[in-house]
């Protein structure tokens, strides 16, 4: 595998290091920098390494449907919600704007009342982002005016969404901390370079190293309290170790802030609790993509490579109830994507009537495309969770993606 780290973020990264206390800082606050540094981190530098000819690819980047499919569900939402004439569809990691471009194109067409009444919210940050995300709207909806505008968290009023809030393969990007079980305690993964290490216990590359310390907050050891997991119940050796996600408790915090009434719906791939902290499962769920390959390593590469962990799911649906976000239903992205549809388009393939040899071949690139969407082995088995805030009785109408799909 190619070594290939950016320098400067390497300098920036030693120098935070440097300056914290113990010359070290937790995994969670490298991995925010290695992505999210605004000049130079992951997502702000490497903005078009996403898809065929990047580091990975997502279900948007299989055609149109996933995104026309997601917009029948944000259409069944408005009308559970009595057909609001301002109805906010606020997007959070929104890539290269690939399903913002599908889901505009779609309602405009198919669902016009609900375009014309639809604001659609771009949560992001990194400038070079948005740009992309810009470009590529206008150039694939050239004629359209678009109700789209960017936005961050903070400049979102409070209380002021009237909507849906969803989010696909964002939750996994998010910065971890990363514990470790040792000697019967609980502790914190650290970064620091091998010049300012003391422990003599180091390990990791030459560039940086990891050393175990106590834990930066108790808001680590709270989590496992939240989730009901025990790690101390003897089924964990010394030497487990794992991810805590506690940006994503701030994060479903944030977005209940914002959300008056309606919904969020959260797609990525992960496991509940039980299944997350599985004794077995030793060496968490970690894993770097650079260029279409994964591994384990994210301290090469550095800048270069996308890093991301699993979701614990069961940690959004108790966090989530404390915010005052009610669980409307979890299901699997294959089965969500059959029961709004998805099933009637592989049908519609399959009658078709066309003989030529280049038509076959986009039908069969169309069909395989379809099928990749639902394949229990990779994208099809993705946990597809939504929550609720503030509906009434009046508004308990089973979402159609969360009904079992005819077959």
Not at 59 to 84: K, Y
Not at 226 to 248: H, K, M, P, T
Not at 314 to 343: D, N, P, S
Request: hydrophobic letters at 35%; charged letters at 15%; glycine letters at 8%.
């Amino acid at each position: 595998m190619l070594l290939n780290s950016n320098s400067v973020l390497c300098k920036i990264i030693t120098d935070q290091i440097a300056q914290a206390p113990n010359h070290q800082i937790n995994f969670a606050e490298y991995m925010d920098l290695v992505l999210y540094h605004p000049q130079h981190g992951y997502y702000a530098a490497n903005a078009t390494n996403i898809g065929a000819q990047g580091d990975f690819v997502t279900s948007p980047h299989f055609g149109t449907d996933f995104g026309e499919l997601l917009a029948e569900q944000f259409v069944e939402m408005w009308e559970i919600l009595g057909n609001p004439p301002s109805f906010q569809l606020v997007e959070m990691g929104a890539g290269q704007g690939l399903i913002a471009t599908d889901v505009l194109r779609y309602l405009h067409r198919q669902h016009p009342n609900f375009f014309n009444s639809l604001e659609y919210i771009i949560v992001e940050k990194a400038a070079a982002m948005i740009t992309q995300q810009q470009q590529f709207l206008q150039r694939a909806l050239p004629n359209l005016e678009l109700p789209v505008r960017w936005s961050t968290f903070e400049e979102i009023s409070d209380n002021s969404i009237v909507g849906c809030c969803f989010s696909n393969e964002l939750v996994d990007a998010l910065p971890v901390n990363q514990i470790a079980l040792k000697k019967g305690q609980l502790k914190e993964i650290y970064v620091t370079t091998p010049s300012l290490d003391k422990s003599g216990e180091a390990r990791g590359s030459s560039e940086f190293v990891e050393v175990t310390d106590e834990l930066s907050t108790p808001q680590l050891s709270e989590y496992f309290e939240l989730v009901g997991i025990n790690l101390f119940s003897g089924n964990y050796q010394d030497g487990y170790r794992s991810e805590v996600n506690l940006a994503a408790l701030d994060w479903l915090k944030t977005i209940s802030n914002k959300l008056q009434q309606g919904y969020l719906l959260t797609i990525d791939y992960g496991y509940t609790a039980t299944r997350y902290y599985n004794p077995q499962r030793y060496q968490g769920t970690l894993q770097c993509y650079y260029q279409h390959a994964h591994h384990n390593d994210p301290y090469i590469n550095i800048g270069y490579q996308d890093i991301t962990a699993h979701v614990d799911f069961t940690a959004l649906e108790r966090q989530g109830e404390l915010c005052g976000l009610h669980k409307v239903g979890f299901t699997q992205q294959g089965l969500f994507l059959m029961a709004l549809g998805l099933g009637d388009r592989i049908s519609a393939i399959s009658t078709s009537s066309v003989t030529d040899t280049q038509g076959i071949q986009q039908i069969l690139q169309r069909r395989d495309a379809l099928h990749q969407l639902i394949n229990p082995m990779g994208l099809g088995k993705f946990g597809v969770l939504i929550q609720s805030k503030w509906l009434t009785e009046d508004h308990q109408r089973q979402l159609k993606g969360l009904s079992m799909p005819s077959m």
